[in-house]
T-cell receptor
């Protein structure tokens, strides 16, 4: 019943080596979100797409970029990962960007060596 | 902007007892309040939500209450079971007009002892 799929589930990268995380959805939702979640903390919103419109949170580092080539796919690019970027990255989707449920993917756990 | 406070940060109960988690929010324009359950290493999953035109909502052993005047909402779990052990996050959002993002509380780690 996979509705929000994230690949890979585990990603190991080296300090400073670019990495891309991917998210796809079968729900045809028009809003897609990327969250960063560190251990014992709440998910922190990095940015989201409302259709093709990109919305960056004010405190999201420039090191994080995103692409959404179509409705189904969204990518998170970390240009130069630092040790502090090691975390779980969660993709989520919702319809209309309103009060409807956000469906989370299983997450990608990123390790930075 | 919105700020959501959640208490307690940890909660330990005996199987069969009730558990209550409380959240307060700051933005009176917030009108959607979901609760997510996150088991270790898994995704957050919505367990119940409430909108500002409702004061209480119940789904089997889980209920949520909302007090708009006081700007707080609570999750109630009755007859707790070991499988209820997880981290619970409350959130608030204003979904009117613009896109509005979920603002999460810091989470409550619930442990249910058999």
């Amino acid at each position: 019943d996979a509705m929000v799929i994230q690949n890979p589930r585990y990603q190991v990268t080296q300090f400073g080596k670019p990495v891309t995380l991917s998210c796809s959805q079968t729900l045809n939702h028009n809003v897609m979100y990327w969250y960063q979640q560190k251990s014992s903390q709440a998910p922190k919103l990095l940015f989201h797409y409302y259709d093709k419109d990109f919305n960056n949170e004010a405190d999201t580092p420039d090191n994080f970029q995103s692409r959404r080539p179509n409705t189904s796919f969204c990518f998170l690019d970390i240009r130069s990962p630092g040790l502090g970027d090691a975390a779980m990255y969660l993709c989520a989707t919702s319809s209309q960007g309103g009060g409807n449920e956000q469906f989370f993917g299983p997450g990608t756990r990123l390790t930075v060596l | 902007g919105e700020n959501v406070e959640q208490h307690p940060s940890t909660l330990s109960v005996q199987e069969g007892d009730s558990a209550v988690i409380k959240c307060t929010y700051s933005d009176s324009a917030s009108n959607y309040f979901p609760w997510y359950k996150q088991e270790l290493g898994k995704r957050p999953q919505l367990i119940i939500d409430i909108r500002s035109n409702v004061g209480e909502k119940k789904d089997q052993r889980i209920a949520v209450t909302l007090n708009k005047t006081a700007k707080h909402f609570s999750l109630h779990i009755t007859e707790t079971q070991p499988e209820d052990s997880a981290v619970y996050f409350c959130a608030a959002k204003n979904y009117g007009g613009s896109q509005g993002n979920l603002i999460f509380g810091k989470g409550t780690k619930l442990s249910v002892k058999p």
